[in-house]
């Protein structure tokens, strides 16, 4: 369970590249209401906090829309050309609805996961440093064991060379 407090916190440390598998209901087509980030809010919202689970972590490669401005905005795109509600659609009604959702790499705006890679061999200090930042950040979540799941190949990749011995990594496509 994560207090009000933790949330909070969360929210201020780690929502301009994170986010919650917590999505408003799809109304006339798939994609409607992505953007709705009223359900993050626990005075909208008054089951949120009872729905969020730190120790299921799913974890994407970059962000690769530029920077998210409203707190929580990653993963709930609105944009008409974002596929953020399939995931939505993933994860409803399972056992990942309510996990913590971040990026393994943080503030590097690509698109191209190859140009991702690329820059990574290039700079290991920079692969370095982003999995310091994601211990924080699961040190600041309350995560404890968690399960990480990794969209794609590269991102489990990478979790798997830093993490392998620590936590469970399981892999979804991407």
């Known amino acids: 369970l994560i207090t009000r407090e933790q949330f909070e916190f969360i929210k201020k440390e780690h929502g301009s590249h994170a986010s919650w598998a ?3 209901d799809e109304g006339d087509t798939p994609k409607s209401n992505m953007g709705d980030l009223s359900v993050l809010d626990p005075d909208i919202n008054k089951d949120l906090l009872s729905q969020l ?3 299921v972590v799913l974890v ?24 953020d509600f399939k995931t939505r659609f993933a994860v409803k009604n399972s056992p990942l609805w309510g996990a913590y959702m ?5 503030d590097f705006d690509q698109k191209i996961s ?5 820059y990574l061999k290039k700079n290991p200090s920079f ?35 830093n993490f392998k ?10």
């Open 114 to 118: 190859g140009k991702v890679i690329k």
């Open 60 to 83: 994407g490669l970059n962000i690769s829309r530029g920077a998210i401005h409203e707190p929580f905005g990653n993963f709930h795109d609105k944009r008409p050309a974002a596929t």
């Open 127 to 161: 692969e370095q440093e982003n999995v310091n930042t994601f211990y924080q950040e699961l040190s600041d979540i309350g995560s404890v064991a968690p399960t990480m799941i990794a969209f794609g190949n590269i991102t489990y990749d990478i979790l798997q060379r």
């Open 102 to 106: 971040t990026d393994i790499i943080k």
């Open 53 to 55: 689970n730190p120790n």
């Open 22 to 24: 917590v999505w408003a």
């Open 165 to 174: 011995s620590k936590f469970q990594i399981l892999k979804i496509p991407h």
